[in-house]
């Protein structure tokens, strides 16, 4: 099967407009004879189900959560990205589009990019009509800031918790909806299998996670707005319900699954504290404005700070090796995420971490409190040689512009970051990959959309800062509704999808089996133990820097363990209740096959681009080598029965508005 | 450390629940409660017994996902935190601690320590936003300044996570502080001025029909608010209830 993208044609900033014009509408009258499933309820499903419901479609959305508020884009600190030029410091559409495709490191589509790009600005006139209460400025105006990757500043945001703003006001804009009667939510619910009729996407085998009920959902139309598998990783930033099995799920139906390889790594999250280790938090990328990362310069003194025998601060700034600074003197502790965290690993996978797993580095606030100290002093007409005075002023400073992130790592690692500095350490953030959409949002599989975190399309290799936000409530406020709409057109004569059809009953058959067999199973171990190791193996082989001999062994390592996974775990309990450990079970078994699916694509792709680093292919000074002469493609991996038997189909990407050159950040 | 755990086992909304002694060693004091939790349920695991059920999502203190009363304490015994941020080191070696779900009639018990807090939607249901279509056909945002002190009254209602705890820990489960929350955030906004009479109006009958108690200003709700919201909320939910009482 070749794979169409449906690029409109014509100039690429006509190219939207042009197809809004001339899509197919469905009559307001007709809407209320269509319905539309929606799977998850972050950013991009809530965006999508309230604004369907608002067109008249009826829409049933789920989630697993107990409140479609909870969805994981709740997470996101730092904000959101948008065209407005408010700033006056020459941004535009282009400008937008120009930075993702780059920062993507030339591995995303333009067509899409720049439609992104173009809905941006909108996505905070949405916001702030809802109540969105935004930062703003003194007079009154929405104020932004910067962030990495780009020259202008950008990104709106609220504090530390734009994406809790952004995504309940998508939840109050769905609670009208639900008030209203159009969109009928399934709390506590999990999708486990899509239906196909007459091959097109008909709705969804969900399990009631309450009472363990196995329930019939049929629609006209099916939307995956589910998130992305960062959890394959078993530790992420990830919330611990975050899962790919609807992804995965229709992926096994026959939607074609692109770049899984694609993963983000984000340089500063607090380190691992041991074995019970059940998540990772991220601290905002906004600290790297004023923090200077560094390790010991000597092998010893490293030795020394690991077993407790000297403090960081012990050690004179000649003893510290400030390596962002050194190897990239014009960005320094500027530089993109994929290239900040794969310097923090070379440095401690050469002995240099600094906490008693030698995985962590410092992030130092030392040199900004002085700065703001002295600045402060200056302002206030006060003695800036007073060294106290100067510290106490720098703290304030550092306190109001970070004092959530400080406070929130305190409680985390009971260390206080004004005195010692923090430390940190890369962790799986975001999936880039995901399903292959074409430009109207649908998989391979007619009728089944994907969106959000979920899909492929947007950012490439590599995704910028506050780009997340921005491209799930695209999707799902401006986007998608067009281009469901020019799909749905002609099935409004088709009345309501029966759940009896042989398809649903069939597919209701094959999920409770899977649920039975692993009730029944009575192995040795519990999920989480499988868990954790499939996150070893994913960590240490298939992470921020792959070579073909670990990914070879990836391979054959995950397949064994999902073998040992299927004879051997453990789920107490039973179908018909509450049980989480079977919810786990479910979710794990799809992660056993992505992570391999995961390891071949990393394996194939001979070029190191963005998130994806293949030791072989760098530059004598560890820079990344992308092959742009025969790996300027998505990768679209097709389900053959086992992730081994996956085949490859391959999407050209051709850039007529970006000229593609190397990312250097020196 | 060890400790020994007094946790509320209940199977089901139907069955009666009672509170089952779990002794518990080698829990090291860099855990947050909740790996604290999965170490034991690891544990029941391969003994072959039920784990306990509890809720919880993202464990960095934002989906408002997790929950128990620990100690007497909604999210336990530290301030500004949810459960999921709290950690070991708040106890010591041989302590005894009692583990209970959020108690109130309108948060009734799923399983051991998951309650069903779907009331709390419901409220929001009923007025919990702002009446404007989301077709992106909207004025510019910068077209009507708000002052920056509305601007960061209203965020700081908005920050309300939706856990229950103020609920759970209010001697008349009142659901106040949550309610009062969402109309502030909007009663502070111009763009939720419109529709401020009936917002309040309905959010409040709605709270009344789930089950939930009258407030007597005892304040435990805003102690215990893992994100600090201000009893003013409720003080202004107040006034304009009052204001449209009279305009109804």
Same mark, same amino acid.
Request: proline residues 3%.
């Given at each position: 099967?070749?794979?169409?993208?449906?690029?409109?044609?014509?100039?690429?900033?006509?190219?939207?407009?042009?197809?809004?014009?001339?899509?197919?509408?469905?009559?307001?009258?007709?809407?209320?004879?269509?319905?539309?499933?929606?799977?998850?309820?972050?950013?991009? *499903?809530?965006?999508?189900?309230?604004?369907?419901?608002?067109?008249?479609?009826?829409?049933?959305?789920?989630?697993?959560?107990?409140?479609?508020?909870?969805?994981?884009?709740?997470?996101?600190?730092?904000?959101?990205?948008?065209?407005?030029?408010?700033?006056?410091?020459?941004?535009?559409?282009?400008?937008?589009?120009?930075?993702?495709?780059?920062?993507?490191?030339?591995?995303?589509?333009?067509?899409?990019?720049?439609?992104?790009?173009?809905?941006?600005?909108?996505?905070?006139?949405?916001?702030?009509?809802?109540?969105?209460?935004?930062?703003?400025?003194?007079?009154?105006?929405?104020?932004?800031?910067?962030?990495?990757?780009? +020259?202008?500043?950008? #990104?709106?945001?609220?504090?530390?918790? #734009?994406?809790?703003?952004?995504?309940?006001?998508?939840?109050?804009?769905?609670?009208?909806?639900?008030?209203?009667?159009?969109?009928?939510?399934?709390?506590?619910?999990?999708?486990?299998? %899509?239906?196909?009729?007459?091959?097109?996407?008909?709705?969804?085998?969900?399990?009631?996670?309450?009472?363990?009920?196995?329930?019939?959902?049929?629609?006209?139309?099916?939307?995956?707005?589910?998130?992305?598998?960062?959890?394959?990783?078993?530790?992420?930033?990830?919330?611990?319900?975050?899962?790919? #099995?609807?992804?995965?799920?229709?992926?096994?139906?026959?939607?074609?699954?692109?770049?899984?390889?694609?993963?983000?790594?984000?340089?500063?999250?607090?380190?691992?504290?041991?074995?019970?280790?059940?998540?990772?938090?991220?601290?905002?990328?906004?600290?790297?404005?004023?923090?200077?990362?560094?390790?010991?310069?000597?092998?010893?003194?490293?030795?020394?700070?690991?077993?407790?025998?000297?403090?960081?601060?012990?050690?004179?700034?000649?003893?510290?090796?400030?390596?962002?600074?050194?190897?990239?003197?014009?960005?320094?502790?500027?530089?993109?995420?994929?290239?900040?965290?794969?310097?923090?690993?070379?440095?401690?996978?050469?002995?240099?971490?600094?906490?008693?797993?030698?995985?962590?580095?410092?992030?130092?606030?030392?040199?900004?409190?002085?700065?703001?100290?002295?600045?402060?002093?200056?302002?206030?007409?006060?003695?800036?040689?007073?060294?106290?005075?100067?510290?106490?002023?720098?703290?304030?400073?550092?306190?109001?512009?970070?004092?959530?992130?400080?406070?929130?790592?305190?409680?985390?690692?009971?260390?206080?970051?004004?005195?010692?500095?923090?430390?940190?350490?890369?962790?799986?953030?975001? #999936?880039?990959?995901?399903?292959?959409?074409?430009?109207?949002?649908?998989?391979?599989?007619?009728?089944?959309?994907?969106?959000?975190?979920?899909?492929?399309?947007?950012?490439?290799?590599?995704?910028?800062?506050?780009?997340? %936000?921005?491209? *799930?409530?695209?999707?799902?406020?401006?986007? +998608?509704?067009?281009?469901?709409?020019?799909?749905?057109?002609?099935?409004?004569?088709?009345?309501?999808?029966?759940?009896?059809?042989?398809?649903?009953?069939?597919?209701?058959?094959?999920?409770?089996?899977?649920?039975?067999?692993?009730?029944?199973?009575?192995?040795?171990?519990? $999920?989480?133990? @499988?868990?954790?190791?499939?996150?070893?193996?994913?960590?240490?082989?298939? *992470?921020?820097?792959?070579?073909?001999?670990?990914?070879?062994?990836?391979?054959?390592?995950?397949?064994?363990?999902?073998?040992? @996974?299927?004879?051997?775990?453990?789920?107490?309990?039973?179908?018909?209740? @509450?049980?989480?450990?079977?919810?786990?079970?479910?979710?794990?078994?799809?992660? +056993?096959?992505?992570?391999? %699916?995961?390891?071949?694509?990393?394996?194939?792709?001979?070029?190191?681009?963005?998130?994806?680093?293949?030791?072989?292919?760098?530059?004598?000074?560890?820079?990344?080598?992308?092959?742009?002469?025969?790996?300027?493609?998505?990768?679209?991996?097709?389900?053959?029965?086992?992730?081994?038997?996956?085949?490859?189909?391959?999407?050209?990407?051709?850039?007529?508005? $970006?000229?593609?050159?190397?990312?250097?950040?020196? | 450390?060890?400790?020994?755990?007094?946790?509320?086992?209940?199977?089901?909304?139907?069955?009666?629940?009672?509170?089952?002694?779990?002794?518990? =060693?080698?829990?090291?004091?860099?855990? !947050?409660?909740?790996?604290?939790?999965?170490?034991?349920?690891?544990?029941?695991?391969?003994?072959?017994?039920?784990?306990?059920?509890?809720?919880?999502?993202?464990?960095?203190?934002?989906?408002?996902? /997790?929950?128990?009363?620990?100690?007497?304490?909604?999210?336990?015994?530290?301030?500004?935190?949810?459960?999921?941020?709290?950690?070991?080191?708040?106890?010591?070696?041989?302590?005894?601690?009692?583990?209970?779900?959020?108690?109130?009639?309108?948060?009734?018990?799923?399983?051991?320590?998951?309650?069903?807090? !779907?009331?709390?939607?419901?409220?929001?249901?009923?007025?919990?936003?702002?009446?404007?279509?989301?077709?992106?056909?909207?004025?510019?945002?910068?077209?009507?300044?708000?002052?920056?002190?509305?601007? =960061?009254?209203?965020? =700081?209602?908005?920050? /309300?996570?939706?856990?229950?705890? /103020?609920?759970?820990?209010?001697?008349?489960?009142?659901?106040?502080?949550?309610?009062?929350?969402?109309? !502030?955030?909007?009663?502070?906004?111009?763009?939720?001025?419109?529709?401020?009479?009936?917002?309040?109006?309905?959010?409040?009958?709605?709270? =009344?029909?789930?089950?939930?108690?009258?407030?007597?200003?005892?304040?435990?709700?805003?102690?215990? /608010?893992?994100?600090?919201? !201000?009893?003013?909320?409720?003080?202004?939910?107040?006034?304009?209830?009052?204001?449209?009482?009279?305009?109804?």
């Amino acid at each position: 099967m070749a794979l169409d993208s449906k690029i409109p044609d014509g100039p690429i900033s006509e190219k939207w407009t042009h197809y809004k014009d001339h899509i197919n509408l469905v009559n307001p009258a007709n809407k209320r004879n269509l319905d539309v499933i929606i799977v998850g309820t972050g950013l991009a *499903g809530g965006s999508a189900a309230a604004t369907l419901a608002e067109l008249g479609y009826n829409v049933k959305a789920f989630c697993f959560q107990d409140s479609p508020r909870r969805a994981h884009s709740i997470a996101a600190q730092g904000g959101i990205n948008a065209a407005k030029n408010y700033q006056g410091d020459g941004d535009s559409t282009f400008r937008l589009f120009y930075d993702t495709v780059k920062g993507g490191d030339y591995r995303a589509r333009e067509a899409n990019v720049h439609r992104l790009a173009e809905v941006s600005a909108n996505i905070i006139d949405q916001c702030v009509a809802q109540g969105v209460p935004l930062a703003r400025e003194y007079g009154g105006l929405l104020d932004n800031r910067s962030f990495g990757g780009t +020259l202008v500043s950008r #990104t709106f945001y609220a504090k530390g918790q #734009t994406g809790q703003q952004l995504l309940l006001g998508a939840y109050s804009a769905m609670n009208r909806q639900i008030g209203r009667g159009k969109i009928k939510m399934y709390n506590r619910h999990e999708m486990l299998d %899509l239906v196909i009729v007459n091959g097109k996407a008909r709705g969804i085998i969900a399990r009631n996670l309450i009472t363990g009920e196995i329930e019939r959902h049929s629609a006209h139309a099916v939307v995956i707005g589910s998130g992305g598998y960062g959890n394959v990783f078993f530790l992420s930033t990830n919330a611990m319900g975050s899962n790919a #099995t609807a992804a995965w799920k229709i992926h096994k139906k026959g939607a074609f699954f692109a770049n899984p390889c694609y993963t983000q790594i984000h340089p500063t999250c607090i380190p691992v504290s041991g074995d019970h280790q059940s998540k990772l938090t991220l601290m905002s990328e906004s600290l790297r404005n004023d923090g200077r990362i560094w390790v010991p310069k000597s092998l010893e003194d490293a030795k020394a700070i690991r077993e407790g025998r000297k403090k960081p601060t012990d050690l004179s700034e000649v003893e510290r090796d400030y390596y962002l600074e050194r190897r990239y003197p014009s960005f320094g502790n500027l530089v993109p995420r994929d290239v900040a965290s794969r310097a923090a690993k070379e440095r401690c996978d050469a002995g240099f971490g600094v906490n008693k797993t030698g995985e962590a580095v410092y992030l130092d606030f030392a040199s900004a409190i002085q700065r703001y100290g002295k600045e402060q002093a200056f302002i206030k007409s006060l003695d800036a040689t007073d060294a106290k005075l100067v510290y106490k002023l720098g703290k304030e400073a550092v306190e109001n512009k970070y004092g959530n992130l400080f406070q929130m790592y305190e409680k985390i690692v009971d260390e206080n970051p004004y005195v010692t500095p923090m430390m940190i350490y890369p962790a799986v953030h975001y #999936t880039m990959g995901g399903t292959w959409v074409d430009y109207n949002l649908m998989t391979t599989i007619p009728g089944c959309f994907s969106i959000g975190e979920s899909n492929f399309s947007d950012h490439g290799a590599n995704r910028l800062g506050a780009s997340a %936000l921005m491209q *799930g409530l695209a999707d799902g406020y401006f986007v +998608l509704p067009y281009t469901i709409g020019d799909y749905l057109a002609p099935d409004i004569k088709l009345g309501e999808i029966s759940t009896d059809l042989p398809e649903f009953v069939e597919a209701e058959k094959n999920v409770r089996d899977q649920l039975e067999k692993f009730i029944n199973n009575n192995g040795a171990h519990s $999920v989480d133990y @499988f868990h954790k190791k499939l996150g070893k193996i994913m960590w240490d082989k298939v *992470g921020m820097a792959r070579n073909a001999n670990g990914l070879n062994e990836a391979i054959k390592e995950i397949a064994a363990l999902r073998d040992e @996974f299927h004879r051997d775990v453990k789920v107490p309990g039973s179908l018909n209740s @509450f049980n989480q450990e079977l919810e786990k079970a479910m979710r794990v078994a799809d992660f +056993l096959e992505l992570g391999e %699916l995961f390891a071949k694509d990393a394996l194939h792709r001979n070029e190191s681009c963005g998130g994806h680093f293949r030791e072989e292919y760098q530059s004598e000074d560890g820079e990344a080598q992308r092959d742009d002469e025969n790996f300027a493609y998505v990768a679209a991996w097709e389900y053959k029965g086992k992730p081994s038997e996956a085949v490859l189909h391959k999407e050209s990407l051709v850039f007529d508005n $970006v000229k593609l050159v190397t990312r250097s950040y020196k | 450390m060890k400790l020994t755990l007094k946790i509320w086992r209940q199977y089901s909304a139907k069955d009666a629940g009672k509170m089952v002694d779990y002794p518990l =060693d080698g829990v090291e004091p860099d855990m !947050s409660f909740l790996e604290m939790l999965d170490v034991l349920n690891e544990h029941l695991i391969n003994r072959g017994e039920d784990p306990v059920a509890f809720d919880h999502d993202c464990r960095e203190g934002i989906c408002g996902m /997790c929950s128990l009363y620990i100690n007497g304490e909604a999210h336990g015994p530290d301030r500004g935190i949810t459960t999921c941020q709290l950690h070991m080191r708040m106890f010591k070696d041989g302590d005894t601690i009692f583990i209970e779900p959020f108690r109130a009639k309108a948060f009734p018990v799923i399983k051991d320590l998951v309650v069903d807090r !779907s009331s709390f939607d419901r409220i929001q249901h009923a007025g919990g936003f702002i009446s404007v279509n989301t077709s992106g056909n909207t004025i510019d945002a910068n077209t009507i300044p708000i002052n920056k002190k509305d601007a =960061d009254d209203a965020f =700081d209602a908005a920050t /309300c996570i939706g856990c229950g705890a /103020c609920v759970a820990s209010c001697k008349n489960a009142s659901a106040m502080l949550f309610v009062a929350a969402k109309v !502030s955030q909007f009663a502070l906004l111009p763009q939720g001025r419109v529709e401020a009479t009936d917002r309040v109006l309905n959010m409040v009958a709605q709270m =009344d029909q789930e089950g939930f108690g009258n407030c007597t200003n005892t304040g435990a709700c805003e102690v215990e /608010c893992p994100k600090g919201i !201000s009893l003013e909320n409720i003080a202004r939910m107040n006034r304009e209830y009052l204001a449209a009482s009279l305009k109804g």
